[in-house]
């Protein structure tokens, strides 16, 4: 298939780009180029003739228009988006500019590409969402595809914008799409402002382990390698009209996590004195934090009999691994504007 991957030199869609290229899909990059990307995530497939690389903007219709025409893509997986729920705190203009008005304008031109091309029935646009739509659950109870959107914070929101969006245009237009729901991921690659690689990178810096409030909430992790195996079957496989949630099957607290990734630093790279955990400090929480996001994930299992491949365990352990090996990469993200200190506090 020939895909074409928004958000591509991103977390999550440079594991999709990666992927799809060493499965002998041609692979069509669209990126803006944020303060998010680095396309040293992609370095390993950029010299293949499968790989194609257009930088430009959602936002930006004639540039979709020009990228659709010239590489006429069977599918189109829409990962390109303002991901960070505490620079949506404090910034939410760019949340509703890229993740609702850049949705609508790639939705637009890909259904005037689709239209153009006769309808072809094999064409789908598929768009990554997050389980943050279904709002915050209690100790118990797990979001379904039927769970009502309950979206909390401006990233959020602007999430369920474009869910919204997305079945529209299939509802309206016939456009046919599939979008997946997931659940927290983490792995290689990940952006050093998120809590996985934070807490990785201030144990080894010597510097505090910040958990958010007491540490209670829970998120369910799912291996960015997983994600990308899920996605690609979805795109392939997935009804058109319908909407699958993938979940690592995972469940931990932050604290919880936080401490096994601190027991498996102890192993593999010992402080000459003490222990990683003892690093650990509770900050002030996050504005409107969720309580606990859980993925009930009967649907993909049984409709496209797809499970997760490892547990948090093993996906922390090689997630470890990872920067440890490839400390050039984190070094040159922590410059980035924000990276390394506290968003998301204002009131
Ligand atoms: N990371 C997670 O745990 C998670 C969980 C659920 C859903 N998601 C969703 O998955 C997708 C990818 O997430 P991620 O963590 O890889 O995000 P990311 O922030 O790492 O990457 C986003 C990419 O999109 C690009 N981008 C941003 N605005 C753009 C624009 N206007 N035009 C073109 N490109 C633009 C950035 O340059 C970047 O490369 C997002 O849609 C996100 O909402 C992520």
Known sequence: MKLLVTGGAGFIGSAVVRLAVS?????????????????????????SPHYAFEQADIRDRAALDGIFARHAPDAVLHLAAESH????????????STNVMGTFHLLEAARAYWIGAGRPEGFR????????????????GQF???????????YSASKAGSDHLVR????????????????????????????IP?????????????????????RDWLYVEDHADALLLVVQQGAVGRSYNIGGENERSNLELVKTLCAILDEKRPKPAGRYADQITFVTDRPGHDARY?????????ELGWRPSVTVEEGLARTVDWYLANEPWW?????????????????
């Open 125 to 140: 646009f598929h768009h990554i969402s997050t389980d943050e739509v279904f709002g915050s659950l209690g100790p118990t």
């Open 23 to 47: 499965r002998g899909h041609d692979v069509v990059n669209l990126d803006a180029l944020t303060y998010a990307a680095c396309l040293d995530n992609v370095a390993s497939v950029a010299g």
């Open 198 to 218: 934070v807490v990785i990178l201030n144990a080894l810096a010597g510097k505090p382990l910040p958990i958010y409030g007491d540490g209670s909430n829970v």
């Open 294 to 302: 859980a993925i009930d994930p009967t649907r993909i299992r049984e």
């Open 168 to 195: 529209a245009w299939h509802e309206t237009y016939g456009l046919p799409v599939v979008l997946t729901n997931c659940s927290n991921n983490y792995g290689p690659y990940h952006f050093p402002e998120k809590l």
């Open 331 to 347: 070094r040159a993200l922590q410059d980035r504007h924000g990276v390394g200190q506290r968003l998301g506090v204002a009131s």
């Open 85 to 96: 729920v505490d620079r949506s705190i404090d910034g939410p203009d760019t949340f509703i």
């Open 144 to 154: 379904t595809e039927q769970t009502p959107y309950d979206p909390r914070s401006p």
